[in-house]
């Protein structure tokens, strides 16, 4: 029952130590990924109910529902490849990885109560959105392991 305006911002970078154990171009890679990927976002009652860990409310009772999800930086990353090895010849080459972070999401939601909410039923919203923050924490930890794939075209001088 809530209307949700928001925003991704992306903002990452890796860090990676590669190996070529043969000649061929094959690599192992292992390195961090600092993780600044978030959502942000803000939630306002879309009709005249809002239902909040089972609880229904009045959308005159819930002001707005504010939240905020990120990652524990740095996360750890493994993978394997191929591409261009260190001594290549000039020219183009093409390059694929593939592997994994290792990632620790968080979130945080707030509640803000309608101006005419009594204290007590204002405090019974906020339980009830502090339940839903922790339901949502653990499906987020369910994601800890996250697969990632690069393609890449590069130039060697």
Known sequence: GLA???SLEFQSMF??????PFDNGFRASAGLMINGNRIVGR???AGDTVT?????YQASEVGSVEG???F???APYLGVGWGASPAGRPGFHFSFDFGAIYQRPDLRLTANCGPAVAAARCAE?????AAEENDLRRDLMEGRIYPILN???GYRF
């Open 72 to 74: 524990a930086r740095p």
């Open 15 to 20: 860090l990676l130590a590669d190996a070529y």
């Open 125 to 129: 919203l906020r339980a009830d959105t």
């Open 68 to 70: 905020k999800a990120w």
């Open 43 to 45: 939630a306002v009652p």
């Open 52 to 56: 909040i860990n089972g609880e229904v």
């Open 4 to 6: 949700v305006k928001g």
């Open 151 to 153: 393609i890449g075209i």
